[in-house]
Structures are given as C-alpha cells and as structure tokens.
C-alpha cells in the first residue's frame, strides 16, 4: 500500500440500505477526513478525524458516520441510504491538523443510490 | 459565512499562458491552496500560500493578496496534459479547507 486506499471503487445501492466506505491510509497521517464531491459545487467535508480516538463534524455530516479506532483506518458508515447521497466520496489525510498541510487524498468512490 | 469564488470554465491554447482567480471570504484565514484534479481522478496538490506575493514552481506560480482576499493560478506554456480542474482552497481558523467549485480548463491546440 502506498498513499491512500478507498474501497470500493463504485457501489450502486438501493435505497435504505446500510453501505460503509472504507478508507485506509499507511503514512501514519494524524488527521483524516471524508469529502462528498458533486458537480457545480466544492468538495464539502462529512466528518474529520484530529487523532485516533477523535472525531468531528464537518458542513454535512447528516447521514453519515464515521470512527476512528486505529491511525490507519478511517471507515464512512451510510446507516440508510437516500438518493441525495449520490456522489464522489474521497477521503484524505494529512500529517496534522492544527496547522495547514498538505491533505493527501484516496481515488475515491463514486455512489450511486437509486 | 465562508465563500471561496472561482470561474466555472476557462479555454486557452497549448503553449500560451492563463491566469485562473479565485476570491475567498472566511472566518480567520490560514492560507490558499491549490489543487489540481483530472477528471475521474482525486485532487494532487499543487501550492500553498500564506504570505502576501508570487510562489514559483516551475511552469505553475501562485499569488497571495491577504488584503483583497484574492488569488491567482498563473500556468505558462501550456501543454495538453494541463487539461483539468484547478480547485482553490483556503484554511479557515481551524485549518479546515474551504473548497472552490473548481474551474475547468480546457486546452485547445
């Protein structure tokens, strides 16, 4: 692994299903983040991570979760999906947050939610 | 309220120059990012301003007015391989990004 890994790459869902995004990253990042990206408008953050053990809400986070429980892995839970959750989904890392880095992103995942 | 304004689409020709602008409002500021991102692709880093002036980096420069709250992305001798969305980004008081649309540039031959 280098960088970043998102899984799956695409994933068509119904709707009310329970779907998670997995994210992994293996540069020992502190901070990590999901974004929704959708045309005409700017990558929008879900939720974010500081440090393991730490999460916060981004500008969207209604209908999703997300956890922490390792450095590496940062997984994005959609309990019961709705077709408003069709997007992009990238997540990122950087080194640390309270300062501004660099954020390195995942390939992402395109959703589909019919 | 945060907002970061940046032209939906721009078209120029291979081996020239083009100027891509961005404006941002936010609470607190902590620099501008520039990201640069092929379709179907996720978003590569490209600079990061914080002080007022011009930031050169081989065929990509980016400049910084704190005072007017505005940016450029100068990219010269343009080559095909360009051909993408440039999304801006400024650090908020948290250091959260605030992103752009993004604008698109088309390379013509």
């Known amino acids: 692994i280098a960088g970043i890994t998102q899984a799956p790459t695409s994933q068509i869902l119904a709707a009310g299903r329970r779907m998670t995004l997995r994210c992994t990253q293996d540069m020992r990042h502190n901070a990590m983040y999901w974004y929704r990206q959708d045309l005409g408008l700017g990558l929008r953050l879900i939720h974010y991570s500081n440090t393991a053990g730490t999460t916060g809400k981004g500008e969207v986070p209604d209908g999703y979760s997300v956890s922490r429980a390792n450095t590496d892995d940062f997984p994005l839970t959609l309990a019961s999906a709705v077709p408003s959750q069709t997007s992009v989904y990238f997540c990122?890392?950087?080194?640390?947050?309270?300062?501004?880095?660099?954020?390195?992103f995942g390939p992402g995942t395109r959703l589909t939610v019919l | 309220g945060q907002n970061i304004d940046q032209p939906t689409e721009m078209t120029a020709t291979e081996g020239a120059i083009v100027q891509i602008n961005c404006t941002y409002q936010?609470?607190?500021?902590?620099?501008l990012f520039w990201y640069q991102q092929h379709a179907g692709e996720a978003p590569t880093f490209l600079s990061y301003n914080v002080l007022d002036g011009l930031e050169e980096k081989g065929r990509f420069s980016s400049f910084l007015s704190r005072s007017k709250g505005y940016s450029y992305l100068l990219l010269k001798e343009l080559q095909m391989k360009d051909s993408a969305s440039f999304l801006c980004a400024a650090a908020d008081s948290n250091y959260q990004l605030i992103w752009g649309a993004g604008t698109k540039l088309i390379i013509k031959p």
């Open positions: 936010t609470s607190g500021f902590n620099g």
């Open positions: 990122a890392s950087s080194a640390t947050s309270g300062s501004p880095n660099e954020q390195f």
